[in-house]
């Protein structure tokens, strides 16, 4: 089977008001996520939001959403939080421990997990010990521990649902396809802001500049990726855990449109792609209420407008985060943990104008080179391989 999720007989799949919890309601993903659900409010019901800092949009959302539970991580913000919503009948948990606590408690059935980075990974390896559906935007829980995070959801029967635009398209073109096998799965890329510029050019290049994607509106780390193409790489090592694939089944293409969202290509050389124009409101929609889909007024693509839809290869020589990621990819084992937590880092010193745009990729290879390879490891070393590989990476910047 290619993929498992389609033989599930999850109760929870086919309820008629899915309970949802939503971990970074107040991001992107977030947002966007609830905009879905107000405009369907018979099929969906809020139970959890969570937030990092943004305690006065969480606040807001708690009122309009009425859910369950808040839990804002940082502790700074709790009594804040606390009081505003004093009125209420909704419980304030405060602190990063709770979101793991959250996230195993019995209020709700489905959890968007919609935080941002390595953060994401305990709560939703939480959620799917008590046996939660996951919809997953957070990649980076994939890319820090995608074997044990999969392996933990095939025992316990959860399924797994991306919410990545690339990976909904991969998702929707295997369905009905059952046994039968992929030759490989085209990922496609926008190639970001700086699609055909040279190092000469990316020298110089400043975060602002770096934020402004031409077709999507993100949040700030996912925008720096894809102006360096970490997030392809990122993307990669996510199709791989999710779909069950060798690295070599795995391809990257720039398509600047942003129209194909992504391709399978079967053992047959038969295509399929799945289309739309680029809102991740469709991917998010898809996720929450799959196996339906639901009606909404979203505009359409429109074949018959003047437009081309072109495809090119990567240029891994200026976008070498691409190549450190596939080095990863194949490699595997705390690899993939290592690129990650530097690549964190990395973009992060890079908002805060500590470090040059070219510097992030210098950063990511010093300490995949650093850290001791681990083949097959532990969550445990797992955990242990992040704390070093951030705190390596962050003593580059010192320098
Ligand atoms: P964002 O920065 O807009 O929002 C992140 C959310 O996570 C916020 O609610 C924030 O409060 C929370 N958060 C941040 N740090 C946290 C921490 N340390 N502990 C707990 N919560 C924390 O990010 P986003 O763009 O919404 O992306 C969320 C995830 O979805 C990322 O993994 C990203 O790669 C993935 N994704 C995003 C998009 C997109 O269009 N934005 C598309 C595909 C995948
Ligand atoms: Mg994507």
């Keep these: 089977m290619n993929y498992r999720v389609f033989s599930f007989q999850s109760s929870i799949l086919h309820s008629m008001t899915k309970r949802i919890a939503i971990f970074g309601s107040t991001g992107s993903i977030g947002t966007q996520a609830l905009d879905v659900i107000a405009a369907n409010p018979t099929l969906f019901s809020v139970e959890v939001l969570t937030a990092h800092t943004n305690g006065d949009l969480l606040i807001e959302q708690a ?44 209020v709700y059935d489905l959890m968007l997990a919609a935080i941002v980075g390595y953060a994401g990974l305990k709560p939703t390896l939480s959620a799917i010990e008590n046996g939660k559906v996951i919809c997953l935007a957070n990649k980076e829980t994939l890319v820090v521990a995608g074997d044990i995070v999969m392996q933990k959801a095939f025992e316990k029967n959860v399924p797994v649902i991306p919410v990545d635009s690339e990976h909904s398209a991969i998702f929707q073109c295997l369905i009905g396809e059952g046994r039968n096998k992929i030759e490989k799965i085209v990922l496609t890329a926008s190639g970001g802001p700086f699609l055909g510029r040279k190092p000469n050019y990316l020298v110089n290049v400043k975060r602002d500049h770096a934020l402004q994607h031409p077709n999507w509106t993100m949040g700030a780390k996912i925008s720096i990726d894809s102006a360096t193409l970490m997030n392809k790489g990122l993307e990669m090592i996510e199709a791989k855990w999710l779909f069950n694939l060798q690295p070599d089944q795995i391809q990257v293409v720039i398509h600047p449109q942003s129209i194909i969202h992504s391709m399978v290509m079967f053992d047959d050389g038969s295509i399929k792609a799945q289309m739309g124009l680029p809102d991740m409101k469709l991917p998010i929609q898809y996720a929450l209420a799959f196996p339906q889909r639901i009606p909404n007024q979203f505009p359409r693509y429109d074949f018959r407008k003047p437009n081309t839809l072109t495809f090119e290869e990567p240029d891994v020589k200026t976008f070498r985060n691409l190549t450190l990621a596939t080095e990863a990819l194949f490699k595997g084992g705390n690899l993939p943990c290592v690129l990650n937590a530097a690549n964190e880092i990395a973009v992060y010193a890079f908002l805060r104008n500590r470090i040059g745009f070219l510097d992030m990729t210098e950063m990511v290879e010093q300490t995949m080179q650093k850290i001791p390879f681990i083949a097959s490891p532990t969550l445990d070393e797992y955990l242990q391989t992040d704390a070093e590989a951030r705190s390596f990476a962050a003593s580059l910047i010192q320098m």
């Design 63 to 106: 009122k309009k959403f009425n859910p369950n539970i808040v839990v804002i991580s940082d502790d700074k913000q709790y009594q804040k939080v606390k009081d505003a919503l004093s009125s209420t009948h909704i419980k304030v948990f405060g602190g990063e421990e709770s979101l793991n606590e959250v996230a195993a408690m019995d």
